[in-house]
């Protein structure tokens, strides 16, 4: 080598990654034993040598891992980033958590921040739009970049992707309200052309397709008052619907409440299955049937992963999904409580 060797040489050399090797050099117990020693055996081999004072100046970012968030109002997004968040400190990391508000300017600049302090990895639930402004930069920086729930990057190489098997989801609550009888069934909410919208499209087409049931989309922004509002839509415009899938909780429990405000009966006259189980989904009358990604669960797995990523250098697959579940409750299934 006709250069000083550096610390992106030592982690080629011994296959982990840069932040890994930074750890080892600042003796951390956060690194198993034979991975140090492979970091060891590589800076031997091609000569490298540390440079203490310079990476005292760093010394106190080692062990901060950022958090990005696209929507923290949403309790789905709010319960990933709180376990995510518990997990990763009861290893010793402390996190920095920043929610773009579905803002792909406001993501760019909160992610330059978040490299410009010094983090060790990146857990990114992105925003759409902007992406070479988020992306770039993190690509620049040789950070481990984890996206998750929603796949903005194609480039699973460099940006793993994770989230729950939103299409089984999709797949699962379709075959429930057949079972359960439905004639005309929407999926409602999502907006159009979104990866999460067409992901959890998608069981649901693929079930209407196998029955001969032609489909019904209709899209909209995936919040509460929305939802609400599409009670009155349904009822006068699409009176033949008597079984909804909504793309997401909030939407589900707004239609509840639209329905309870125009008198239109749920369970029986229409059938509601909402995505994600929410907490609330339990809590409401009539209890709320969704689709549980066990968010916690969920997030546990990605603090797991991101951690084999920096300590290990095991470099997480271009793309993985987990196990979801339909839970039954009595907005489709109106016997069960």
Request: charged residues 20%; aromatic residues 6%.
């Amino acid at each position: 080598m006709d250069r000083r060797p550096t610390i992106r040489d030592v982690a080629r050399r011994a296959g982990v990654s840069k932040s890994t090797v930074s750890l080892v050099l600042q003796n951390s117990p956060q690194v198993r034993a034979e991975t140090r020693e492979d970091v060891r055996r590589a800076m031997a081999e091609l000569g490298y040598v540390y440079n203490r004072t310079a990476a005292n100046l760093r010394s106190a970012n080692v062990g901060l891992i950022g958090l990005v968030i696209n929507d923290l109002r949403n309790p789905f997004f709010t319960e990933f980033a709180a376990s995510a968040q518990m997990a990763l400190s009861a290893r010793g990391y402390t996190t920095v958590i920043a929610n773009t508000d579905e803002d792909a300017a406001l993501q760019a600049q909160v992610v330059a921040s978040m490299i410009e302090h010094g983090v060790s990895a990146l857990i990114i639930s992105p925003t759409y739009g902007k992406e070479a402004e988020t992306f770039d930069p993190i690509a620049r920086a040789g950070i481990p970049a984890l996206q998750v729930l929603r796949k903005v990057v194609d480039d699973g190489a460099q940006f793993p992707f994770a989230a729950p098997d939103y299409e089984t989801g999709g797949r699962l609550a379709a075959e429930h309200l057949l079972a359960e009888g439905a004639r005309r069934m929407a999926f409602l909410g999502g907006l159009e052309g979104r990866t999460a919208t067409g992901k959890r499209m998608s069981g649901y087409l693929s079930v209407l397709a196998e029955a001969g049931m032609a489909p019904l989309c209709l899209h909209g922004r995936p919040s509460r008052a929305w939802g609400r509002e599409m009670a009155q839509v349904l009822a006068s415009d699409h009176p033949q619907v008597d079984a909804v899938i909504c793309f997401n909780d909030l939407v589900a429990l707004g239609l509840l409440a639209g329905c309870a405000r125009i008198g239109r009966d749920v369970g029986h006259g229409l059938k509601i299955v909402g995505f994600d189980d929410i907490e609330e989904c339990a809590q409401v009358w009539p209890g709320l049937s969704s689709v549980r990604c066990d968010i916690a669960g969920f997030a546990r797995a990605m603090a797991a992963t991101t951690l084999g990523w920096l300590e290990d250098g095991i470099v997480p697959p271009p793309e993985r999904s987990t196990p979801v579940e339909l839970i039954v409750r009595s907005s489709s299934h109106p016997e069960d409580g």
